[in-house]
């Protein structure tokens, strides 16, 4: 599934970069000789993005060379030698942009990943991505967060029940708000093997909630003292569930959450919000 759904978008990238011929070469080159290229990083992070080098090679040109000289989650340097091709000059100028446009977007993702669950420093609490990923790459971009040392959270609508305000608020509209817990476990009953998370807003909706038939239980812009008392509350009721917290949490304030008793932060940032890291390319 991935190498089709990865071969499907780099086909789709490379007509959208050279719906027809490469006009610069035709205008500057009369032959198609066989040339060396490096990749370098021109920053430190942490790398991925292997097979995105290497099918980009497949289906462009078999016959080419392509050498890593690092592995995907690998920390690098400013400097380093990423990877050696060795192919015509032509397809190498062609496939130049789409690769590091690709490769360099999801390793900012590993990268910034890698830097939360090294400032996080506690193994017991994964770091999630979210759906808030670019159309078309989410598969790419999570594989990146896992990258990073990062965990997924569900890939799309149809992974599990995860009801958030705005459904609550389709509940109310449709005058179904008091049957929403009886609902709840009714689907549980009928799909157990689906996972359900409840995203709760205060502390006051968490004292009056009925969560014994959901997996986890989402605290959405909670401050840290509501966390606590809010970690307390679950145990006491003795409900079998994980405790996942989202809501601006940044590199600078991760550490406060180190110590919680929770399972989970979600980080819409590590694919919103990544910065590519910088590499090059250059013909030898």
Same mark, same amino acid.
Request: overall charge negative.
């Given at each position: 599934?991935?190498?089709?759904?990865?071969?499907?978008?780099?086909?789709?990238?490379?007509?959208?970069?050279?719906?027809?011929?490469?006009?610069?070469?035709?205008?500057?080159? %009369?032959?198609?000789?066989?040339?060396?290229?490096?990749?370098?990083?021109?920053?430190?992070?942490?790398?991925?993005?292997?097979?995105?080098?290497?099918?980009?090679?497949?289906?462009?040109?078999?016959?080419?060379?392509? +050498?890593?000289?690092? %592995?995907?989650?690998?920390?690098?340097?400013?400097?380093?030698?990423?990877?050696?091709?060795?192919?015509?000059?032509?397809?190498?100028?062609?496939?130049?942009?789409?690769?590091?446009?690709?490769?360099?977007?999801?390793?900012?993702?590993?990268?910034?990943?890698?830097?939360?669950?090294?400032?996080?420093?506690?193994?017991?609490?994964?770091?999630?991505?979210?759906?808030?990923? +670019?159309?078309?790459?989410?598969?790419?971009?999570?594989?990146?967060?896992?990258?990073?040392?990062?965990?997924?959270?569900?890939?799309?609508?149809?992974?599990?029940?995860?009801?958030?305000?705005?459904?609550?608020?389709?509940?109310?509209?449709?005058?179904?708000?008091?049957?929403?817990?009886?609902?709840?476990?009714?689907?549980?009953?009928? %799909?157990?093997?689906?996972?359900?998370?409840?995203?709760?807003?205060?502390?006051?909706?968490?004292?009056?909630?009925?969560?014994?038939?959901?997996?986890?239980?989402?605290?959405?812009?909670?401050?840290?003292?509501?966390?606590? %008392?809010?970690?307390?509350?679950?145990?006491?009721?003795?409900?079998?569930?994980?405790?996942?917290?989202?809501?601006?949490?940044?590199?600078?304030?991760?550490?406060?959450?180190?110590?919680?008793?929770?399972?989970?932060?979600?980080?819409?940032?590590?694919?919103?919000?990544?910065?590519?890291?910088?590499?090059?390319?250059?013909?030898?």
């Amino acid at each position: 599934m991935m190498h089709s759904k990865l071969s499907k978008l780099l086909r789709h990238a490379l007509e959208e970069d050279v719906p027809f011929a490469d006009i610069t070469y035709e205008c500057v080159l %009369r032959k198609n000789p066989l040339s060396r290229a490096v990749i370098k990083s021109n920053a430190s992070g942490t790398f991925y993005g292997e097979l995105v080098i290497k099918m980009l090679f497949q289906i462009s040109e078999p016959e080419s060379t392509v +050498t890593l000289h690092v %592995r995907d989650s690998d920390r690098i340097q400013p400097g380093q030698v990423l990877c050696v091709i060795e192919g015509t000059a032509k397809t190498i100028l062609r496939l130049e942009r789409v690769m590091l446009n690709l490769i360099q977007r999801l390793s900012g993702i590993a990268t910034l990943t890698r830097a939360f669950v090294d400032k996080l420093d506690n193994e017991a609490v994964q770091i999630l991505d979210t759906r808030k990923t +670019t159309p078309g790459l989410r598969f790419l971009e999570k594989k990146a967060v896992l990258a990073g040392g990062g965990a997924n959270h569900r890939a799309h609508l149809s992974d599990m029940v995860l009801v958030k305000e705005n459904y609550l608020a389709a509940l109310k509209l449709e005058g179904g708000e008091d049957k929403f817990y009886s609902r709840i476990s009714d689907f549980k009953l009928s %799909r157990p093997e689906i996972p359900i998370e409840i995203e709760i807003d205060s502390f006051s909706q968490l004292e009056k909630a009925s969560l014994e038939k959901v997996d986890y239980v989402l605290f959405d812009n909670f401050s840290i003292e509501d966390i606590k %008392r809010g970690v307390l509350l679950c145990k006491e009721r003795g409900w079998p569930l994980e405790i996942e917290v989202s809501g601006n949490v940044s590199l600078d304030t991760i550490h406060l959450y180190r110590d919680l008793g929770i399972h989970r932060i979600s980080i819409g940032a590590l694919t919103h919000s990544a910065k590519a890291l910088d590499f090059s390319l250059l013909i030898e």
